[in-house]
């Protein structure tokens, strides 16, 4: 079982939703920001839980909409969620970032290249940040927001200021090794 799993089970621990409704709570909680997770995985996800009877669905009319399977947890999905929990929690923490694969061949590109390379993850980077200080001003005071909810947003904050940072050193870095390989002379003197 995987992280979207557990993300699935957790969300439906809670309450009994259509996997519309489970997509537009990832979407909400801003989850794809921090988990691999896309819309038409959920969809396939659900489905597969519930073949594995983790989950269980019943046909509910609202009006005069089509009728929508809504899933709840079954006590195997509880086992599973709760044994999930656990494995994933014992688990060494992986950080990944895609953006890392450029920085390990910047050396790769013309010195021109690499800060172009390094501005766009800034960009990138600055536009995660800005996104998530809206998420975090616009759920700080709201109760049904949880608190481990919150944690994760502050957790992202600091990581993007980290990263910020981390890129500024390695944009000095660069200057540093462009410097000496030209003697010391700035490049514009070049």
């Not at 079954?74 to 890392?100: R, W, Y």
């Amino acid at each position: 079982m995987t992280t979207i799993d557990l993300i699935v089970l957790g969300i439906l621990k809670k309450e009994a939703l259509s996997a519309y409704n489970i997509q537009k709570l990832v979407e909400y909680r801003n989850i794809s920001k921090w988990v691999k997770i896309s819309t038409p995985s959920i969809y396939k996800k659900v489905l597969q839980l519930e073949k594995k009877g983790y989950i269980k669905s019943h046909l509910v009319k609202e009006g005069k909409m089509a009728e929508k399977a809504v899933y709840s947890l079954t006590d195997a999905g509880k086992q599973a969620f709760e044994k999930l929990m656990m494995e994933i929690s014992c688990k060494p923490v992986h950080m990944f970032l895609d953006f890392n694969a450029v920085i390990v061949n910047l050396d790769n590109l013309s010195l021109e290249e690499q800060k172009t390379c390094l501005k766009n993850i800034e960009e990138n980077v600055k536009t995660l940040k800005t996104c998530i200080e809206e998420n975090i001003d616009m759920k700080k005071d709201k109760p049904a927001i949880p608190e481990t909810g919150m944690a994760v947003l502050q957790q992202q904050h600091i990581l993007a200021q980290a990263i910020e940072t981390w890129i500024d050193s390695v944009k000095k870095n660069i200057e540093n090794k462009n410097k000496v390989l030209h003697g010391g002379i700035p490049k514009w003197q070049i």
